[in-house]
């Protein structure tokens, strides 16, 4: 009987997707799940031991968006996030005006709530962006109307990267009384993300492009910002989200975000250094590439490239080495490009050849290395 062979472990570039569990956090969270499993609404002694927990994530977490700890609620998912944040404002504040603003290249976890919305009386703007995947604030000013109540524009775009204008759309929010939310699930621990310096009421936080677990997230609510919860039940989270909280993955966030701060500078670098490095080996062998948003700020670790004439999930099968993301589906009759490719006005051609390579704290120079030769190998043959 033969032995069976060792299977390469993937060169993982789709930190965008998902990022692994920092050991810190892991650290942080086993006390939580061997011996701190008390309710946090309990009094005693095991109860007050995971309140400590939770107040102390609130706290971390408030420290990477410089804010306050109460202004930080707990949720289940970034997508629960989104929904408590524009839901939740509208619901609390039906007078505010039905008509919204967002762009092209939301999540879905915004442009669905966008469009479940529409059915129930809203009326939804959906601005266009560049030919490098940017929202113009001028687009924001034309389409402000006295019935706007909400303005949603993520803070960067997690296909191609590209940060968005979100101090100027916050000053015209301001100027004109509507809400600003923006969904910062990609660019948390990648960039700074100061909620007063942004000028944003709500922003959007996820706990697993943040180096912890999935499903955790996390809802900044600025004071004085009024929001109907989505899950009724007891009075948790000051009433605004009810559900006994989920102390280890809390905990878990927490110690993402202080770490997040702690490195922001070096993981930064890093990170950047990294895709640049990718970025000029696959161009300068393949001149026909197209780098999508190459002209806008871009988070410093997202590369979407898009290779002519080949299709995204036909080039990803033949080097399983890599783990990374396509930008298109590709049928018989069509190329259903993504939503954000499609806004750009990426033609088919190039389109169909979309991938999303994006870097992390842990690539290394031999990897990034290693998916630029089976990249250009497996496009050369």
Same mark, same amino acid.
């Given at each position: ?15 965008? #997707? ?41 706290? @971390? ?6 804010? @306050? ?23 609390? $504040? ?12 939301? *999540?879905? #976890? ?5 469009? *479940? ?40 775009? $997690? ?7 979100? @101090? ?27 909620? $007063? ?7 959007? +936080? ?35 989200? =009810? ?25 930064? =670098? ?24 190459? *002209?806008?700020?871009?988070?410093? $670790? ?9 299709? #995204? ?5 033949? +080097? ?22 499609? =806004?750009?006005?990426i033609d088919a051609h190039h389109g169909m050849g979309t991938i999303r390579l994006s870097t992390g704290r842990f ?19």
């Amino acid at each position: 009987m033969s032995a069976r062979k060792d299977v390469m472990k993937p060169i993982y570039l789709d930190y965008n #997707a998902t990022t692994p569990i920092e050991k810190e956090v892991a650290e942080a969270m086993l006390p939580f799940l061997q011996e701190h499993f008390g309710n946090p609404s309990s009094s005693h002694a095991l109860g007050r031991r995971c309140k400590e927990g939770v107040d102390q994530a609130r706290r @971390q977490v408030a420290a990477l968006l410089n804010c @306050q700890p109460e202004e930080i609620v707990f949720t289940g998912t970034g997508s629960e996030a989104n929904n408590l944040a524009i839901k939740g404002f509208l619901d609390a $504040n039906p007078g505010a005006g039905k008509h919204i603003i967002t762009s092209a290249i939301e *999540h879905p #976890a915004v442009s669905d709530v966008c469009d *479940h919305l529409s059915g129930k009386g809203y009326e939804i703007s959906v601005l266009p962006v560049s030919a490098d995947g940017v929202v113009n604030p001028a687009d924001i000013q034309r389409a402000i109307r006295s019935d706007t109540s909400l303005i949603s524009i993520m803070h960067a775009n $997690n296909e191609v990267g590209t940060i968005q204008p979100i @101090q100027e759309i916050a000053r015209l929010a301001k100027s004109h009384g509507i809400v600003f939310h923006t969904d910062a699930a990609q660019s948390l621990g990648k960039i700074k993300a100061d909620v $007063n310096e942004l000028g944003v009421d709500l922003l959007t +936080i996820v706990g697993h492009k943040l180096y912890t677990h999935k499903g955790i997230g996390a809802l900044f609510i600025r004071e004085g910002i009024t929001i109907g919860r989505q899950i009724h039940g007891a009075g948790h989270e000051r009433g605004r989200r =009810a559900g006994t909280e989920n102390v280890l993955q809390i905990v878990g966030l927490g110690k993402a975000c202080e770490i997040a701060i702690r490195d922001l500078d070096k993981n930064e =670098a890093h990170m950047r250094s990294m895709r640049d490095r990718l970025e000029v080996q696959l161009t300068q062998a393949l001149p026909d590439a197209l780098v999508n948003g190459l *002209h806008a700020p871009r988070l410093p $670790n997202t590369l979407s490239i898009s290779f002519p004439g080949i299709e #995204a999930q036909s080039l990803l099968a033949r +080097i399983p080495e890599i783990a990374a993301s396509t930008g298109a589906a590709c049928h018989s009759d069509r190329v259903d490009l993504s939503a954000t490719l499609a =806004a750009m006005q990426i033609d088919a051609h190039h389109g169909m050849g979309t991938i999303r390579l994006s870097t992390g704290r842990f690539t290394t120079i031999e990897e990034i290395d290693l998916a630029a030769e089976k990249i250009i190998e497996a496009l050369k043959h």
